[in-house]
């Protein structure tokens, strides 16, 4: 599977961005669509994750209410609405694939995007 993240930018603190993530090739593989960020200096985290179905979304709790994530099975397509930014959202966010459901933990996630800059300023 090939993702393509974009839709990333410089927003000001309280505004609000969407992610796209485009997914081609093999995607009959993977059940679940997630984005993860990395801050500078930071590891990666787990941020949101969805079905290819949008039957079953979760979150993490940093992002819990904030952010909402979509998917667009005819398209391929996984989206990140971002509201009410602050700045300690700023990262490198980045779509990966999983077969299975529940997961956080970047190590289980097979296909990843190159990633797409966020940054808020405050």
């Known amino acids: 599977v090939q993702l393509q993240a974009s839709g990333g930018g410089l927003v000001q603190a309280g505004g609000s961005l969407r992610l796209s993530c485009a997914a081609s090739g093999r995607t009959f593989n993977t059940y679940v669509m997630a984005w993860f960020r990395q801050a500078p200096g930071k590891e990666r985290e787990f941020v949101a994750a969805i079905t290819w179905s949008g039957s079953i979304t979760y979150y993490a709790d940093s992002v819990n209410g904030r952010y909402t994530i979509s998917s667009d099975n005819a398209k391929n397509m996984v989206y990140m609405q971002m509201n009410s930014l602050k700045s300690e959202d700023t990262a490198v966010y980045y779509c990966?694939?999983?077969?299975?459901?529940?997961?956080?933990?970047?190590?289980?996630?097979?296909?990843w995007g190159q990633g797409t800059q966020v940054t808020v300023s405050s």
């Open positions: 990966a694939t999983s077969r299975r459901l529940g997961l956080r933990d970047p190590a289980d996630f097979e296909s």
